[in-house]
Protein backbone atom coordinates (compact mmCIF):
# COMPACT_ATOMS: atom_id res chain seq x y z
CA UNK A 1 0.00 0.00 0.00
CA UNK A 2 1.35 3.66 -0.88
CA UNK A 3 1.10 5.44 1.82
CA UNK A 4 2.24 8.83 2.38
CA UNK A 5 4.74 10.03 5.04
CA UNK A 6 3.10 11.09 8.54
CA UNK A 7 4.76 13.65 10.42
CA UNK A 8 4.48 12.98 14.41
CA UNK A 9 5.90 15.36 17.09
CA UNK A 10 6.26 14.99 20.72
CA UNK A 11 7.39 16.42 23.53
CA UNK A 12 10.06 13.97 25.21
CA UNK A 13 11.71 15.92 28.30
CA UNK A 14 12.60 19.47 27.95
CA UNK A 15 10.57 20.24 25.02
CA UNK A 16 13.05 17.92 22.61
CA UNK A 17 10.98 17.52 19.51
CA UNK A 18 11.45 13.97 17.79
CA UNK A 19 12.18 13.18 14.14
CA UNK A 20 9.47 12.67 11.73
CA UNK A 21 8.29 9.15 11.44
CA UNK A 22 6.40 7.28 8.50
CA UNK A 23 4.27 4.02 8.47
CA UNK A 24 6.54 0.95 8.70
CA UNK A 25 4.13 -2.37 8.07
CA UNK A 26 6.64 -4.25 9.84
CA UNK A 27 6.74 -2.53 13.01
CA UNK A 28 3.33 -1.95 13.00
CA UNK A 29 2.36 -5.64 12.27
CA UNK A 30 3.28 -7.01 15.69
CA UNK A 31 0.12 -4.41 17.36
CA UNK A 32 -1.82 -7.02 15.47
CA UNK A 33 -0.93 -9.90 17.47
CA UNK A 34 -2.21 -8.22 20.73
CA UNK A 35 -5.66 -8.65 22.07
CA UNK A 36 -7.09 -4.86 20.70
CA UNK A 37 -4.80 -5.40 17.53
CA UNK A 38 -6.63 -9.06 16.94
CA UNK A 39 -9.98 -7.27 17.75
CA UNK A 40 -9.39 -4.46 15.32
CA UNK A 41 -8.36 -6.66 12.56
CA UNK A 42 -11.24 -8.46 12.76
CA UNK A 43 -13.45 -5.71 13.09
CA UNK A 44 -11.56 -4.09 9.57
CA UNK A 45 -12.44 -7.90 8.39
CA UNK A 46 -15.48 -7.94 8.75
CA UNK A 47 -16.69 -4.73 7.54
CA UNK A 48 -14.41 -5.36 3.78
CA UNK A 49 -16.20 -8.91 3.80
CA UNK A 50 -19.46 -6.89 3.99
CA UNK A 51 -18.64 -4.26 1.64
CA UNK A 52 -17.51 -7.13 -0.87
CA UNK A 53 -20.33 -9.13 -0.71
CA UNK A 54 -22.58 -5.81 -1.55
CA UNK A 55 -20.80 -4.55 -3.93
CA UNK A 56 -17.94 -6.62 -5.30
CA UNK A 57 -15.66 -3.99 -3.77
CA UNK A 58 -14.00 -1.88 -1.07
CA UNK A 59 -12.09 1.55 -0.90
CA UNK A 60 -9.55 1.89 2.07
CA UNK A 61 -11.83 5.17 3.53
CA UNK A 62 -14.46 2.55 4.01
CA UNK A 63 -12.36 0.18 5.99
CA UNK A 64 -10.04 2.84 8.13
CA UNK A 65 -13.70 4.26 9.21
CA UNK A 66 -14.42 3.35 12.91
CA UNK A 67 -11.45 5.02 15.58
CA UNK A 68 -8.67 4.00 16.55
CA UNK A 69 -4.55 3.94 15.88
CA UNK A 70 -4.82 4.76 11.89
CA UNK A 71 -0.76 3.08 11.48
CA UNK A 72 -3.01 0.13 13.13
CA UNK A 73 -5.54 0.06 11.11
CA UNK A 74 -3.69 0.20 7.80
CA UNK A 75 -1.50 -2.54 9.54
CA UNK A 76 -4.95 -4.43 9.43
CA UNK A 77 -5.71 -3.84 6.14
CA UNK A 78 -2.17 -4.95 4.97
CA UNK A 79 -2.41 -8.58 6.51
CA UNK A 80 -5.80 -9.01 5.31
CA UNK A 81 -3.26 -8.33 1.18
CA UNK A 82 -0.62 -10.36 2.76
CA UNK A 83 -3.00 -13.11 3.58
CA UNK A 84 -4.27 -13.10 0.34
CA UNK A 85 -7.77 -12.16 1.76
CA UNK A 86 -8.14 -9.08 -0.09
CA UNK A 87 -6.40 -8.07 -3.84
CA UNK A 88 -5.71 -4.37 -4.51
CA UNK A 89 -6.94 -3.16 -7.80
CA UNK A 90 -3.76 -0.89 -8.84
CA UNK A 91 -4.71 2.87 -10.40
CA UNK A 92 -1.83 5.21 -11.01
CA UNK A 93 -2.00 8.46 -9.05
CA UNK A 94 -5.01 7.63 -6.88
CA UNK A 95 -5.32 9.00 -3.23
CA UNK A 96 -4.42 6.61 -0.42
CA UNK A 97 -7.88 6.46 1.10
CA UNK A 98 -9.09 6.03 -2.29
CA UNK A 99 -7.45 2.39 -2.90
CA UNK A 100 -9.96 -0.53 -3.97
CA UNK A 101 -9.99 -3.89 -2.87
CA UNK A 102 -11.47 -6.89 -4.11
CA UNK A 103 -11.70 -10.58 -2.99
CA UNK A 104 -8.15 -12.41 -2.89
CA UNK A 105 -7.52 -15.94 -3.63
CA UNK A 106 -7.87 -16.62 0.16
CA UNK A 107 -11.21 -15.49 0.24
CA UNK A 108 -13.70 -17.83 1.35
CA UNK A 109 -17.27 -17.68 -1.07
CA UNK A 110 -20.52 -18.36 0.74
Do not use: P
Amino acid sequence: MNIAVAMRYANSGRNRREVQMSYDYQMQKAVLFTDAGQRQFLMIRDKAEKCIKLAGAVRSQELLIGGGDSWNMLACVDRLVELNYLREIHQNNAAGQHHVFVAGSAWVHD
